[in-house]
């Protein structure tokens, strides 16, 4: 069954924040146009409706190639994907590399490599999907994947420059999305990875899950910094020239939203509507998702 999709009217609203991490300044004003938005991220179950009726095949099935990594033996590069561990004990956390790591076989049906399994997961978000990944299932589905901003004025649900898409008080009495509760990256309480879509309140737009749960791709190149009012949109479509020198050494960044399950309030305080983080179209990772716009 697709997703409930939610009429959002659109409006004017400030974008941004200057509170927290660099990357998500300055606050400027954007317009929106109306749009229609998937009301949960696309689970499981929908993404493999679309693989049954295709026979799609995803970035993390396929084999790296080896015009693009031929310094790696052949079963180095092998289909697979990276996955969250957590560690057992406090570790620097400077070192992303201390809880991420390659798994050969790791991808949507397998999230965590070979052995684990999305039987029993049907209703959460499907992830280790790339931006190719998310992208095509939208066509299938004959949507698109959101802007950044219009993915930002849908999760602040109204509420402009509220920190949280439930307004400014945190959520430590009673959570009201799905990130990591415990110290990072070796102590956690709750579901432990993605729960169901749905299981935490909507915002005031009807839309759930917007923070935490998972990362969410969004069709805008990710620039450093949201460009300034008479220096192009933020959703301008063009690739940034930070990225265009030199695409195969450094390749174009989408922007992602909304923070996921392995947000932390000590390390990663990103389940906000504000947040925003790069990742390279063909990346695929244990809180990476995805929902669809039109």
Known sequence: MAPEMISIHGGVFRMGSDRFYPEEGPVHEVAVEPFE???????????????????????????????????????????????????????DLRDWRQWWRWVPGADWRHPSGPGSSVDERA????????????????HWAGKRLPTEAEWEFAARGGLDQATFSWGDEDDAAEPLANHWQGRFPYEKAGWGGTSPVGSYPANAFGLVDM????????????????????????????????????????????????????????????????????????????????????
């Open 37 to 91: 938005l998937d009301a949960t991220p696309v689970t499981v179950a929908q993404f493999a409706a679309f693989v049954d009726a295709t026979g799609y095949v995803t970035t993390a099935e396929r084999p790296l190639s080896e015009e693009q990594f031929p310094e790696l033996p052949e079963e180095e590069r092998a289909p697979g994907s990276m996955v969250f561990t957590m560690t057992r004990g406090p570790v």
């Open 123 to 138: 209703d959460h978000p499907v992830v280790q999907v790339s931006f190719e990944d998310a992208a095509s299932y939208a």
């Open 211 to 294: 923070t935490g749960n998972v990362w969410e791709w969004t069709s805008s190149f990710f620039t450093p910094r949201h460009l300034p009012a008479g220096r192009g949109s933020v959703d301008a479509g063009a690739r940034p020239l930070l990225f265009a020198s030199d695409p195969a050494a450094d390749p174009p960044r989408r922007a992602l939203k909304g923070g996921s399950h392995l947000c932390s309030p000590d390390y990663c305080l990103r389940y906000r509507p504000a947040a925003r983080s790069p990742q390279t179209e063909d990346t695929s990772m244990t809180h990476i998702g995805f929902r669809c716009a039109r």
